[in-house]
């Protein structure tokens, strides 16, 4: 019974109420953000799905997340970042995957594979987005992190690759691609580990080996 009423209690965190429509494909990747009505098992998530779509002729390839992430949970779409706009108009950039927590993992030196897509023409591929691995929906406030307060928010997904291939492929997409937005009233306040990320980097195969 308590299981059950925490789960009630977490999901009416948020609702969704607008969806706009998908932005213009970029180097022929096209991406989007919506709800997904049935929520899973586990009641600290609160599931999205992100879909890719080739709209041109040619093969893509991309890593939009992991399978193995260095002790966190890895993520399908962990190298999806968020955008947010907070009721009063202020942009928030960049607000990236964190994983379980808090607390949340600050370095690692283990290994992490890379999930790589391969679309081709006209192809698409659905992911989960967890919004709870994102946010610190229950507000802990046991770190210092970026503080939002309870109202309607703008969200927007955004995914960033590099011309340098994590893998080798002819077929490498980079590129930075945004979803259409959707509008989100969070009915508590929540935070946030990371706010507004300065000169953020697309990860490389580089990057990836070293961590």
Aim: with cysteine.
């Amino acid at each position: 019974m308590k299981s059950l009423l925490f789960a009630a209690t977490l999901l009416s965190l948020i609702l969704i109420t607008t969806s706009a429509a998908p932005q213009n494909p970029v180097n022929g990747l096209q991406m989007s953000i919506a709800p997904v009505q049935t929520q899973p098992a586990d009641p600290q998530a609160i599931h999205f799905t992100i879909t890719f779509t080739n709209t041109g002729d040619a093969v893509l390839t991309f890593a939009p997340g992991t399978t193995l992430d260095c002790g966190r949970r890895p993520s399908l779409t962990s190298l999806v970042v968020l955008n947010l706009t907070d009721p009063k108009g202020k942009l928030h950039r960049d607000m990236m995957y964190a994983g379980d927590g808090p607390p949340y993992i600050g370095a690692c030196a283990g290994r992490i594979d890379p999930f790589v897509v391969v679309l081709h023409a006209h192809e698409s591929i659905s992911l989960p987005l967890d919004i709870s691995k994102y946010f610190d929906l229950k507000n802990s406030k046991q770190y210092e992190m970026a503080r939002f307060s309870a109202g309607a928010y703008l969200v927007e997904a955004a995914f960033t690759s590099s011309d340098q291939p994590i893998r080798q492929a002819k077929s490498w997409w980079a590129g930075t691609v945004k979803s259409n937005v959707i509008q989100i009233q969070f009915n508590s306040d929540f935070a946030a580990a990371l706010d507004d990320v300065p000169d953020r980097k697309p990860p490389t195969a580089a990057s990836i080996q070293s961590r």
